[in-house]
């Protein structure tokens, strides 16, 4: 199963999305409550990488877009999933290169069914989501 990291300014999600993927035998190895505390976890060259982020976009001090685009430049095999209420951002997540954005509320399932896609190996197709 996957190790990840879950970036989100509402702790309640960051527990939910925890207790789900724990669940199914994933790892969250960490979490962030902006996008600047991701892209600080990531430059810190004693931390664990994570093979998956899921981050929201609309946080406090840096967004999760501006976060993927700083994620990218250290590592641009970054594997990024958006969960955002916020739609308006999609496109731009999708083509600078996160690899999914599903749009809160989202189901149990379609979090589930997108990782496990990530966790194979598969492209994630926009139209899928």
């Known amino acids: 199963m996957a190790k990840i990291m879950i970036v989100d300014d509402m702790v309640v999600i960051q527990e939910i999305l925890r207790e789900i993927l724990n669940l199914k035998g994933h790892t969250i190895i960490h979490t962030a409550i902006d996008g600047q505390e991701a892209v600080d976890y990531f430059k810190d060259p004693i931390n664990e ?15 999760g877009v501006t976060a993927l685009q700083e994620l990218l430049v250290i590592d641009k095999n970054i594997k990024v999933i958006f969960v955002s209420a916020d739609e308006s951002a999609r496109k731009k997540a999708l083509i600078m290169g996160a690899i999914g954005y599903l749009i809160k509320p989202f189901s149990v399932k379609a979090i589930l069914t997108l990782i496990d896609s990530v966790v194979k190996g598969q492209t994630v197709l926009e139209e899928n989501l």
């Open 49 to 63: 990488w994570p093979e998956l982020v899921i981050m929201d976009h609309r946080m406090p001090v840096k967004d």
